[in-house]
């Protein structure tokens, strides 16, 4: 069972940057795509972007693309969120998800219903 350890979230102003971590424990040779979500109360969770761990590729949410981006230590089982540009809107609690779905639908990594791991969650409060 592959369990998700999110970190970094935290207080920052309008227009300022954070980057959050997920730690992957146990094994993650099994897991072919991490990706970032994001979730205010009464609201459901929505997603931000993500990556394939092998191959580079990244994709994310018109929201964000431009302003976010996912790298990945594979060596650590590490997946990086670098938000830059942030707004008070976007505050919320991001959730890293696995998954161990291959396809070549990029769109697929875009529902929660494809993640087979989730972490418990990260507060991000960006200030106006």
């Known amino acids: 069972q592959v369990q998700l350890v999110e970190s970094g979230g935290g207080l920052v102003q309008a227009g300022g940057s954070l980057r959050l971590s997920c730690t992957a424990s146990a094994r993650t040779l099994s897991v072919y795509a991490m990706a970032w979500f994001r979730q205010v109360p009464g609201k459901e969770r929505e997603f931000v972007g993500g990556?394939?761990?092998?191959?580079?590729?990244?994709y994310f949410a018109d929201s964000v693309a431009g302003r976010f981006t996912i790298s990945s230590d594979y060596a650590k089982s590490t997946v990086y969120l670098q938000m830059n540009s942030l707004k008070p809107e976007e505050t919320a609690v991001y959730f890293c998800?696995?998954?161990?779905?291959?396809?070549?639908?990029?769109?697929?990594?875009?529902?929660?219903?494809?993640?087979?791991?989730w972490g418990r969650g990260t507060q991000v409060t960006v200030s106006s």
């Open positions: 998800a696995g998954t161990n779905y291959k396809s070549s639908y990029s769109r697929t990594y875009s529902y929660t219903g494809t993640y087979d791991y």
């Open positions: 990556k394939r761990w092998s191959g580079g590729s990244t």
